[in-house]
């Protein structure tokens, strides 16, 4: 139920001058991409049971895509740039540079660009809903009736994206073989184009219909019935046309559309080492490594629901039976900014020694830390961080992918060759080499998070009677059943079942009257920081078994014995950080795999 066909143009040339001390560099490319596919999301439908008593009840939920499915997306690149290795003398050489990056937007080849400006949005009633303009703009030449066209890129493209670069290398003393090398420079890139692959959900191109059978659905008939996707796009009005097909649930305004200020991302780059031979083929490096993220993308929740302690309740900004006040990605109101902010600093060592007397190896080791804001996810870089979703400076922390301690160790051994005084001992016992390679690494950083549904996605709080170590002691393959304390952290969502008095379950509501005892009116997402714990370190080994075998001058073969993990160690990922869930605090699951052995052979000619 889906294609997709991609085709990239591109068109590239650098001249290279040397001019007495100079040597001059000038150099540009233009790129062209166009991107044809057809996605046939949610068309079957999907029924999801909480579990087999509710598969025997026929009491669940679920979903039923209709809409446009196919898109047609070009894209035009353009760079230029100049660069000078100036050498001043025999100890010092600049590297001057400037470049410039034009990225351009995609561009829909019908048009089929839409936005939702959040400050522009007027909401009326099903009986009489807001007609256009009521927030909702498309670009150039789209279809849709009544709705203000702008650029065809839906947002204006950022031009100002002047990189200047500057670089040195400083001879300390020939005799001690010490070079001091340092550099800054600003480097640019493109927007991820998924949000423009994500247009394909937004209203009024595609809407989800969420029923419930056994509830306001039948188990024979349980989708609700939206037109076909002949039908679509809808009338772009607030709220939508299809609002009363499915009351309660309803089938609200939703999509990830886009900040209309949006920036190319860049970031600053910055750096000084030493270099130092100090010994026969042996070099050691010890430098500073650091930079600064600004532009980065990001998606908010503009419909998430607000804290009034007045009132001591949430609202949203918006009526969610018109525009979705969930917070999942595929089924909320997104707004796609580039907001976002990080940071990065740290010491990167290494001893190389050159191949020499058949050995050859690299130790490096850094200590650093990255901290952002956001960090996107393994799989899609358009995800939701638990927490405060509108206001997103409260969600600042070390990064998803931070790793403050690596070592990495590798080298390779050609076993000296001996003259046997025989044709098959000198074939068979000539030419073997060894070569590994060892990661020591700390674990990845993680936070406590309160995600019964899509309504409520943030951070637990501390318990308030807790004392003690947030740490279980013992190594990780000791506290499977309990990486850290679970009593202490508390649920944090705002809202959930009371019986006689005591609050017996969280529900998966964002808005209405608080009523849960824990929750933090001063942090009402969650008052535990973003990424303040760490998970289990990891350790690996690979080993490789060569034997050479050369057939003539010209080809060579290789036999290779190689074994991944050798040692079979168990390298433990994350534990379970959602307080909702019932593994709450466990490890479920190994980061990586276990011992693979493998016997190959190549030929290289």
């Known amino acids: 139920d889906q294609s997709s066909r991609i085709n990239g143009y591109n068109f590239s040339d650098v001249l290279s001058v040397t001019a007495g001390n100079h ?89 089929r660009l839409v936005n939702f400006l959040f400050d522009q949005v007027r909401v009326g009633t099903p009986a009489s809903p807001a007609l256009p303009p009521n927030g909702f703009i498309q670009a150039e030449g789209g279809p849709l009736a009544g709705v203000p066209n702008v ?12 990189a200047p670069r500057v670089g040195f290398a400083y001879l300390v003393d020939e005799d001690l073989k010490m070079v001091v090398r340092g550099g800054y420079g600003i480097y640019y ?11 394909l959900f937004n209203y009024p191109y595609f809407a989800l219909g ?49 900040d209309p200020n949006l920036r190319t991302p860049y970031v600053q780059q910055y750096n000084i080492g030493l270099q130092w031979e100090f010994w026969n083929n042996f070099v050691l490096d010890v430098g500073y490594v650091g930079n600064t993220g600004r532009n980065l993308l990001q998606i908010i929740s503009p419909n998430q629901p607000v804290y009034n302690p007045a009132s001591n309740s949430f609202a949203a900004p918006f009526a969610a039976t018109a525009v979705s006040a969930l917070k999942n990605v595929t089924g909320g109101v997104q707004q796609l900014q580039t907001t976002s902010l990080s940071d990065y600093n740290s010491l990167q060592t290494s001893l190389s020694k050159r191949f020499d007397n058949g050995l050859q190896f690299l130790a490096a080791y850094t200590f650093g830390k ?19 979703q509108f206001n997103w400076r409260a969600n600042r922390g070390r990064s ?46 993680f936070s406590v998070i309160d995600n019964p549904g899509n309504a409520v996605i943030q951070r637990a709080n501390f318990n308030r009677n807790f004392n003690g170590d947030i740490y279980t002691s013992g190594s990780a393959g000791e506290r499977l059943n309990g990486y850290f304390n679970t009593g202490a952290f508390v649920r944090s969502c705002p809202i959930g079942t009371v019986v006689a008095g005591a609050f017996i379950a969280c529900s998966n509501a964002g808005a209405g009257v608080v009523n849960n005892p824990n929750f933090d ?57 959602n307080i909702s869930g019932a593994n709450f605090g466990r490890i479920e699951r190994a980061s990586t795999g276990p011992r693979v052995v493998q016997l190959g052979m190549k030929l290289n000619f």
């Open 23 to 111: 040597r001059l560099r000038f150099g540009g490319e233009y790129r062209f991409s166009q991107v044809k596919f057809y996605f046939n999301a949610f068309s079957r439908g999907q029924i999801i049971f909480a579990g087999f008593n509710n598969f025997l009840t026929g009491t669940g939920t679920s979903l039923l895509g209709s809409g446009v499915f196919d898109r047609y997306f070009k894209i035009k690149d353009t760079n230029f740039f100049v660069q000078d290795d100036w050498k001043i003398n025999n100890r010092l050489t600049l590297n001057l540079g400037l470049r410039y990056d034009l990225y351009g937007l995609p561009v829909e080849n019908e048009g």
């Open 521 to 577: 009116p001063a942090n009402p997402f969650g008052n535990v920081r973003r990424n303040f714990l760490t998970g289990p370190g990891q350790k690996n080994v690979d080993l490789s078994l060569i034997k050479i075998i050369p057939f003539s001058e010209r080809f060579r073969g290789e036999l290779r014995l190689e074994a991944f993990n050798v040692f079979n160690r168990v390298n433990y990922a994350n534990p379970n950080n």
């Open 370 to 388: 990255s901290t952002d804001y956001y960090s996107g996810s393994a799989l899609n870089e358009l995800t939701n961080v638990p927490g405060d």
């Open 189 to 199: 890139d493109r927007i991820s184009t998924r949000f423009a692959n994500t247009q």
């Open 400 to 445: 998803d992918f931070n790793r403050e301690h690596r070592l990495v160790v590798s080298g390779v051994y050609a076993f000296p060759n001996r003259n046997y005084n025989s044709g098959f001992a000198d074939a068979f016992l000539s030419n073997w080499q060894i070569a590994g390679i060892a990661v020591f690494q700390s674990g990845l950083p």
């Open 210 to 258: 969420v029923g419930l059978p056994g509830i306001l659905r039948t188990f024979q008939n349980p989708f609700v019935p939206l037109p076909t996707p002949s039908q679509f796009p809808t009338a772009a009005t607030v709220p939508s046309p299809l609002a009363p097909l499915a009351p309660i649930v309803g089938v609200p305004i939703a999509g990830v559309y886009v």
């Open 151 to 162: 650029e065809k890129t839906l947002v204006p493209v950022d031009k100002n994206n002047l």
